[in-house]
C-alpha cells in the first residue's frame, strides 16, 4: 500500500501565508478608505483607461456639466500660476546671485590691498 505525502509546517505556513496576506491587504485598504485594486494595479504599474468625466449637476433648475475639459483647463490655469511663481523666484535669486558675486569681489578686492 502507498504511503500518503504528509505537509510539512514549513508548506502549511507558505500556503497559509499565500491565503492570509492578500486578505490583510485588502482588509487595511479599506479601513484606511483606499481602493485595493487601484492599488494593485499602482503597484504592478498597470495603466487603466480613464472613461471621459462627465456628470450633470443640477442647483437652483440649472444644469452645468462637468466635464474633463474643463477640469483639464483647470490644472492648465493652476500650472501657469505656479510657472509663473516659478519664474519670479528664479529671477529673484539670480539677482542674489549677482548681489553675492559683486560682494565676494568687492572682499577679495579689499583684502589683495
Request: proline share 3%.
Amino acid at each position: 500500500m502507498r504511503r500518503k505525502y504528509k505537509m510539512t509546517g514549513c508548506a502549511r505556513f507558505l500556503i497559509f501565508l499565500l491565503i492570509f496576506t492578500p486578505l490583510v491587504l485588502i482588509g487595511v485598504s479599506i479601513y484606511n478608505g483606499n481602493n485595493p485594486i487601484d492599488q494593485v494595479k499602482e503597484l504592478l504599474n498597470i495603466e487603466t483607461t480613464e472613461q471621459p468625466l462627465e456628470r450633470n449637476v443640477e442647483n437652483d433648475n440649472k444644469t452645468s456639466t462637468v466635464s474633463s475639459e474643463g477640469i483639464l483647463k483647470s490644472t492648465i490655469e493652476t500650472q501657469k500660476e505656479t510657472i509663473q511663481e516659478l519664474r519670479k523666484e528664479i529671477s529673484d535669486l539670480k539677482e542674489e546671485l549677482q548681489q553675492k558675486d559683486r560682494q565676494i569681489q568687492l572682499l577679495q578686492g579689499s583684502g589683495n590691498e
